[in-house]
């Protein structure tokens, strides 16, 4: 069955960094637009970023572009994201998702539980 | 910027009919999907492509579109579809199509 795994989410003070993992199996991995999104306590679902399956493609929220970068190994079966200079407004559970279709727009058909990230001095 | 309105909140009895509507003018051009989160949970596919169910959801979430405005309807609500939706689409009103979801809507079943 599919399973997306996020870890390294944490406590990282403001302007600091942090690198998202998110592990992928039950599905080949390599043939999937991947995406994240986060949601802040207490709010709705915000769309962060989408990588294609090759890695040739990534598009970014407005409010990311910049700052974090997607990227993914598919030899690992793994997709990443680098946040640099992270400010408060950034915290939230950062979900790993997979695009049921071969482009980055469309639904998202499996996700992972989460990964808490907090920023905060 | 592109926004997804949808209701904050929708109260049904059990066993009534519970309609979500999700509003944005580029509707009629893109396609929506549906989520449903319960509380702790990760979102799941409710909808996708306006109307189709995903396998394993139950025949009582169907979507539909008409114009501008997307609707999911859950028909016979269960006490276990307490839980917020979400519409998502797309926005390709730049070089390359950005993910849009809804504010949410808060389904209570009274």
């Known amino acids: 069955q599919v399973q997306l795994v996020e870890s390294g989410g944490g406590l990282v003070k403001p302007g600091g960094s942090l690198r998202l993992s998110c592990a992928a199996s039950?599905?080949?991995?390599?043939?999937?637009?991947m995406s994240w999104i986060r949601q802040a306590p207490g709010k709705g679902l915000e769309w962060v970023s989408y990588?294609?399956?090759?890695?040739?493609?990534?598009n970014y929220a407005d409010s990311v572009k910049g700052r974090f970068t997607i990227s993914r190994d598919n030899a690992k079966n793994s997709l990443y994201l680098q946040m640099n200079s992270l400010r408060a407004e950034d915290t939230a559970v950062y979900y790993c998702?997979?695009?049921?279709?071969?482009?980055?727009?469309?639904?998202?058909?499996?996700w992972g539980q989460g990964t808490l990230v907090t920023v905060s001095s | 910027s592109y926004e997804l309105t949808q209701p904050p909140s929708v109260s049904v009895s059990p066993g009534q009919t519970a309609r979500i509507t999700c509003s944005a003018d580029?509707?009629?051009?893109?396609?929506a999907y549906w989520y449903q989160q319960k509380p702790g949970q990760a979102p799941v596919l409710v909808i996708y492509?306006?109307?189709e169910r995903p396998s394993g959801i139950p025949e009582r979430f169907s979507g539909s579109s008409s114009g501008t405005t997307v609707t999911l309807t859950i028909s016979g609500v269960q006490a276990e579809d307490e839980a917020d939706y979400y519409c998502?689409?797309?926005?390709?009103?730049?070089?390359?199509?950005?993910?849009?979801f809804g504010g949410g809507t808060k389904l209570t079943v009274l």
């Open positions: 998702a997979r695009a049921q279709d071969d482009y980055g727009s469309g639904s998202l058909d499996y």
């Open positions: 580029a509707l009629p051009k893109q396609y």
């Open positions: 492509k306006d109307s």
């Open positions: 990588i294609s399956s090759s890695s040739s493609y990534t």
């Open positions: 039950g599905f080949t991995f390599s043939d999937y637009y």
């Open positions: 998502q689409s797309a926005d390709s009103s730049g070089t390359y199509p950005h993910v849009v």
